[in-house]
């Protein structure tokens, strides 16, 4: 079975400078997806970014980017320039690509709440 | 564009009382919908979903079921709350495209006393 692991329960920046958020997964699949979730304290969840894993380009979307390393089943987020409004739990999640009722299910890992300093 | 709704926002229930907490999406059509809960401190849990109406499938066994009676309606239901159901609720969709992504709603902050 496929597992997603945020190994950082907690992570603190200051504003204005860059942090990296970690996540590993495990799976026998080839094809998948990769996303990063925000959820801030009004707690709706967010789409962050998405990676697909057939792409060797990292994706990023404006200030968050991401390091897709597909040897390793690593998947980081970066967030430059951090804001008081990146503040918020970051969720890693997983799914595979392909045919059938369960493909498209997310998995989540247990996330990382970061917190951004003034 | 597309918006999701969920409602109630809150709801706090004496265990033993049923249970019916509703989501529906705008600006879609035939979209994937699921149902999450989450724990507080913790990540999310797929409980159901389902990829067209009157189609669920189950995730974990528990107290709890879903239904589609129409395209963009999802309903999560319980006959007898037990306080282990207390949790956040989230809905989300997904298009029939291949980018996987999925949006999510507000969430319902379910309190069972």
């Known amino acids: 079975a496929q597992t997603v692991t945020q190994s950082q329960p907690e992570m603190s920046v200051q504003e204005a400078e860059t942090v990296t958020l970690s996540c590993t997964y495990d799976t026998s699949e080839s094809d998948y997806y990769l996303f990063w979730y925000k959820q801030p304290p009004s707690r709706q969840m967010i789409l962050v970014i998405r990676q697909e894993a057939y792409k060797q380009q990292n994706a990023t979307e404006n200030r968050f980017s991401v390091n897709f390393q597909k040897a390793a089943k690593s998947f980081s987020l970066k967030i430059s320039d951090s804001q008081l409004g990146d503040a918020a739990m970051y969720f890693c999640a997983y799914t595979g690509s392909g045919y059938g009722g369960s493909q498209g299910n997310l998995i989540f890992g247990k996330g990382t709440k970061l917190s951004v300093k003034p | ?113």
């Not at chain 2, 239901?77 to 980018?99: E, I």
């Open chain 2, 1 to 113: 564009s597309q918006t999701i709704h969920q409602w109630p926002a809150t709801l706090v229930q004496p265990v033993g009382s049923p249970l019916s907490l509703e989501c529906t999406v705008e600006g879609t059509s035939n979209p994937n919908l699921y149902w999450y809960r989450q724990a507080a401190g913790r990540g999310l849990q797929l409980l159901f979903y389902s990829v067209g109406i009157g189609q669920i499938s189950s995730e974990v066994p528990q107290n709890l079921s879903a239904s589609r009676p129409q395209d963009r309606q999802f309903i999560l239901s319980s006959k007898k709350l037990l306080l282990s159901d207390s949790g956040f609720y989230l809905c989300a969709w997904r298009g029939d495209d291949y980018t996987y992504e999925q949006y999510f709603g507000p969430g319902t902050r379910l309190t069972v006393t």
